[in-house]
């Protein structure tokens, strides 16, 4: 019989510093950098973020998400035989935020590692491991996107520092006789590695070159809108459905305007769009499952519903996954 894997639990953590365009708009004018409410939500539909206390990682947040979503599956951290994180922003260059939130979680053993696809990284996850699970490598793995975004951010760039925010999001995904995850559609293109980047790298002791987020917002715009509706019908047409049968789509949550536009080209209602950007930010790879896990436990989304989630970022990284929830 084939094996497939499906989600069993969802869960997510927001750091408690709760940051408003007002808040940030009045904390840039100290610097002498404009902004305002209006153009945050006009451009983007953010109206607030949640930034972490300097003391907290990616693994506290990635830890306590994870804690959340064992518990909703019904069992505890020594059930998981897998663990990959998705991140761009680790608590150090090694060993993996996956490690270190294992050590956190009291479990030892299993494997345990961090896939770097930067906003995208939590489809990229969620593919691998699904496919360990196929493959009877692994019954009951934890699919976490955690990120510390505020801390690549230069806060004397407006056109970046408006955008991002701090959260983790985590499921645990299981072996099941009947899907689950229906199919996956995974991209890169290394090509536009310039217009979403984070620059520098550690050399020498030191951090050589610029570690601030950099991107190219119209850019990275453009190849969204595209990429995002193609991964879309790919997915679709790989699982043998159409449109009419996605209960909700999920995008990754950068630009209000980016998903309402997939989800017209998908010709789908704007109710069955998770939206949540409007209260976390862009928060890369941890954004799509937040979204998931706000929409499980507000009860919109229920047993037995069909996600499309959708993820797209620097690298140029894109991907969807397709699944009956
Ligand atoms: O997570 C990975 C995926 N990332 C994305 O999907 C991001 C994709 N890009 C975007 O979401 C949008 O391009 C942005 C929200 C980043 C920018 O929106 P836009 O409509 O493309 O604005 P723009 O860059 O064309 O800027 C318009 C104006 C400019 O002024 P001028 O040149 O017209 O005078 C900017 O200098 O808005 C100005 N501006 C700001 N004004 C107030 C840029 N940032 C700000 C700001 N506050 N924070």
Request: glycine share 10%; net charge negative; charged share 20%.
């Amino acid at each position: 019989m084939r094996r497939y894997s499906r989600i069993a639990g969802t869960g997510s953590s927001l750091p408690p510093r709760r940051v408003t365009n007002a808040d940030l708009a009045a904390e840039l004018a100290q610097r002498g950098i404009e902004t305002s409410n209006e153009w945050i939500i006009e451009r983007t539909g953010i109206h607030a973020r949640h930034f972490a206390d300097p003391a907290v990682t990616s693994s506290d947040l990635g830890a306590e998400a994870s804690r959340a979503a064992i518990a909703a599956a019904g069992l505890t951290p020594q059930d998981i035989d897998l663990i990959i994180v998705a991140t761009s922003t680790p608590d150090m260059v090694f060993p993996s935020a996956a490690c270190i939130m294992q050590n956190k979680l009291g479990i030892a053993g299993c494997p345990a590692f961090d896939v770097q696809a930067v906003c995208s990284g939590f489809v990229y996850a969620l593919t691998v491991a699904d496919a360990l699970i196929q493959s009877g490598s692994a019954s009951r793995a934890l699919v976490v996107g955690a990120e510390v975004f505020s801390r690549i951010l230069d806060f004397n760039d407006r056109t970046t520092c408006v955008l991002f925010g701090d959260g983790a999001g985590a499921v645990v995904l299981e072996a099941a006789d009947t899907p689950g995850i229906l199919a996956s559609d995974l991209h890169a293109d290394g090509r536009h590695t310039g217009i979403l980047c984070v620059p520098g790298n550690v050399s020498g002791g030191q951090v050589l070159g610029d570690a601030f987020l950099k991107m190219d917002g119209q850019a990275v715009f453009k190849l969204a809108v595209g990429v995002l509706e193609s991964a879309a019908r790919n997915v679709l047409q790989k699982a043998g459905r159409t449109e009419a049968d996605i209960d909700w789509l999920i995008p990754h949550q950068a630009n209000i305007r980016i998903m309402q536009g997939t989800a017209r080209k998908l010709k789908l209602p704007m109710e069955k769009l998770v939206v949540t950007v409007d209260q976390h930010g862009n928060t890369s790879a941890a954004s799509i499952p937040l979204a998931l896990d706000s929409a499980v436990r507000s009860g919109r989304i229920r047993r037995g519903d069909t996600l499309m989630l959708e993820g797209v970022g620097g690298g140029f990284t894109w991907g969807a996954v397709l699944l009956d929830f």
